[in-house]
């Protein structure tokens, strides 16, 4: 059986301080990364597109993507920590 990385997408919402924002978790190196949101007005949550669009800018490969109780979780063939990137 194959080995992937996987990372977890959740929408945060607003605070009084920050704007929504999307929250990815490797759950692999169990680090977490909180980035604001890019435009993607088609997208039902735009918290998918924005992290894939991020962490591809990063190098990340994925070759999947699944859904849970309010989460996303993307499925990627790279192995590093995205906060280190």
Do not use: C, W
Not at 37 to 63: H, Q, V
Request: hydrophobic share 35%; glycine share 8%; net charge positive.
């Amino acid at each position: 059986m194959d080995n992937y990385h996987v990372l977890k997408v959740t929408n945060v919402g607003p605070t009084n301080k920050n704007p929504a924002r999307v929250k990815i978790i490797s759950e692999r190196f169990k680090a977490t990364l909180i980035i604001p949101y890019t435009n993607d007005p088609g997208s039902i949550s735009p918290a998918l597109p924005t992290a894939i669009n991020y962490l591809t800018a990063m190098g990340f490969e994925f070759i999947g993507q699944g859904e849970g109780n309010g989460h996303y979780y993307l499925i990627s063939t790279t192995f590093k920590n995205p906060k280190k990137s």
